[in-house]
């Protein structure tokens, strides 16, 4: 209690330029080159985590207004042929590329026969297409999620190192002076809270980006498989048409 008293006492006289010392700047500054290299590794992968988000934001914002563009187009009463036609070699929409992919098996499809084995294996060799494309898009959504998934669990860990490596310090220091005044104790103790509070900074947003864009790529996905189910549903009797 005795020594309780004595630190706060001591924390109610300090000097308000002594109190300045302990800006983010001025902990990093002394903090010893241990905690620097924590620090340092946090700041570099809060930055990356917002890279990430920034890239991923605008990618899902392009991706939703070119899927409604391109379903706006689709359902507009236009032919197959027609909307395949004016589509071009390297469609932009990985909606676009599901049916691109599709409309491509189906007219190699039509160059054969068409009895009934021909027409189901048509329908499988359509559905396996459009799955191919579907899960090259997915994968190509989750790039950058692994990043985010690892900073927002290995920030936290690095540091509570960083933490405890401060209080060691606290503690040696101490030691060192034999007392257990304010000024000594308090540069170990800022500089493991520092460390812990860049590690919250860095893993927090980190998990909410992780969290938010998974969703994201599930809705996405299930965009696509309902959509590739329509598709197969419409080739599906066009090919029994032609046959």
Known sequence: MSLMMTLIAQAGNLDPVVSGEFSFLALFAKAGWVVKGVMIILMIASFISWVIAANKFFYFFALKRRAKDFEETFWSGRTLDELNAGLGQKPQDPMARVFSAAMR???????????????????????????????????????????????????????????????????????????????????????????????????????????LFSSEIDRYAARLEGYADELSAILSRKIGKDA
């Open 105 to 211: 098996e189906y007219e190699q499809s039509q160059k054969g026969g068409q009895n009934n084995g021909a027409i189901l294996g048509t329908q499988g060799r359509i559905d396996k297409v459009m799955t191919l494309v579907i899960n090259r898009e997915i994968a190509r959504g989750e790039s950058g999620m692994t990043g985010l998934s690892i900073i927002a669990s290995a920030s936290v860990f690095i540091g509570l190192f960083g933490t405890v490596w401060g209080i060691m310090n606290a503690f040696r220091a101490i030691a060192a002076s034999q007392n257990t005044n304010l000024a000594v104790v308090a540069p170990g103790i800022a500089e493991a809270l520092f460390a812990t509070a860049l590690g919250l900074i860095a893993a927090i947003p980190a998990l909410i980006f992780y969290n």
